[in-house]
């Protein structure tokens, strides 16, 4: 059976009943139907999975954001069943999974490609793409206007700290940055085939120093997309586990929500997400 | 889909610094600093502004920095004219430029002339 989680997020209601009609024809159309309930103030996603699991849904279908996604990864905790989604907007993970819009998401879930993915952890939280943090305080957009001139001027005046994490239980790290990156899986706007893959079983970590202005100017567009390995004086390293040590109270932001704070254990756990997957997949 | 284990280049840049033991399956570039250990099965880069206190274990290697420590190589190591190595050498093929610095013992492996090879 299948159970569907809509998170209708910050859709008007106008939106949100355009894209249930849209949903109703497609489940109808591929032969997916199954319980659909939406997550409201007092029925959270948590709530709704455990009633998933009540009603012994073999599928949870997510169907709102790359949020959405991540909740309901965090809801199932590592119970067994399949995970499927359904973005109703652009979202990255979807791009990462193959999956377009909400017509091609339900010919993706009736197709039923189900592959075993990494999922990162951090303090017992899972992610499934990528866990950042530094670069002031906002969470990165390549949407933004490059050519903004306030944008360019915080770009050089971004603050520098100083990581510290030990790796893999083989070194200790110490490097002064202005953001970072723990990719688990990411969408294409990198380009880097061998980043991001998400059945390596391993994290890469991606971290930027602080770089001179004629250089943040030439790489501001990989900067605010968070394609730090695509600027030449970033470090990339590949571990399985790592502790970030200092600084201490650092956030770590999945997309623009903070998940956890420093000091974090992160680590990847390899084949740990059973989920449907589209012929169009990144990896 | 890609296999397993196959990892991309693994970059140590200058504002680095790494104590331990680094290991990797794919290439390293290191342009920091590196103390304890460092070992690939492909290639490794040490860039003119490295500075490594380690042995190091790789299958060929571009040596621009200073290293002090033994330097292992199953195929070619090249000293650039910047680099400073203070340690013992053991590799297949050596490329010393002019203008680098190489204090210690090396060792090559024995090119198999055409002779023995037919006897």
């Known amino acids: 059976m299948y159970y569907y989680i809509v998170d209708p997020q910050k859709l008007s209601q106008r939106e949100f009943e355009r894209v249930q009609n849209h949903l109703h024809s497609s489940l109808s159309e591929y032969r997916i139907s199954g319980e659909i309930v939406r997550v409201t103030g007092l029925r959270t996603v948590n709530q709704l999975v455990d009633n998933a699991f009540l009603h012994g849904a073999k599928t949870i279908v997510a169907v709102g954001s790359d949020d959405t996604l991540h909740d309901v990864i965090n809801a199932v905790k590592g119970r067994e069943t399949v995970i499927g989604f359904i973005p109703i907007m652009d979202t990255e993970i979807g791009e990462i999974l193959g999956i377009r819009n909400i017509n091609h998401a339900a010919k993706t879930i009736a197709s039923r490609l189900i592959a075993d993915l990494d999922l990162g952890s951090v303090n017992n939280n899972y992610f499934f793409s990528k866990l950042s943090f530094g670069l002031g305080m906002g969470a990165t957009n390549s949407k933004m206007n490059l050519f903004n001139f306030r944008l360019i001027r915080s770009l050089f005046h971004l603050p520098q700290f100083e990581v510290k994490f030990s790796a893999d239980h083989r070194y200790v790290a110490t490097v002064k940055v202005v953001g970072g990156a723990i990719i688990n899986a990411r969408g294409n706007n990198c380009g880097h085939g061998h980043i991001s893959n998400p059945t390596d079983g391993v994290a890469d970590v991606v971290l930027l120093s602080k770089l001179p202005k004629f250089q943040t100017l030439k790489y501001r567009g990989e900067i605010l997309s968070g394609c730090f390995d695509q600027i030449p004086q970033a470090s990339v390293v590949h571990l399985r586990k790592l502790e970030i040590i200092a600084p201490q109270g650092l956030p770590l932001r999945v997309g623009s929500r903070v998940i956890a704070k420093t000091p974090a254990v992160i680590q990847i756990i390899p084949r740990a997400l059973k989920i449907i997957v589209g012929r169009d997949r990144k990896f | ?119």
């Not at chain 2, 990797?24 to 250990?37: A, L, Q, R």
């Not at chain 2, 299958?59 to 920095?65: F, L, Q, R, T």
């Open chain 2, 1 to 119: 889909m890609a296999k397993q284990q196959e990892y991309a280049e693994t970059i140590v840049s200058s504002g680095m610094r790494i104590e331990g033991e680094l290991k990797s399956n794919g290439h390293i570039k290191i342009d920091g600093v590196v103390s304890g250990k460092v070992h690939t099965s492909q290639d490794l880069l040490i860039g003119p502004n490295a500075q490594i206190d380690a042995d190091l274990i790789a299958a060929n290697a571009v040596i621009g920095g200073t290293v002090k420590g033994n330097i292992t190589v199953k195929g070619s190591l090249l000293l650039l004219e910047t680099a400073k190595v203070i340690g013992n050498i053991s590799c297949g093929g050596l490329g010393i430029r002019e203008g680098s610095y190489f204090s210690g013992a090396c060792r090559m492996q024995e090119v198999k002339s055409e002779g023995n090879q037919e006897a």
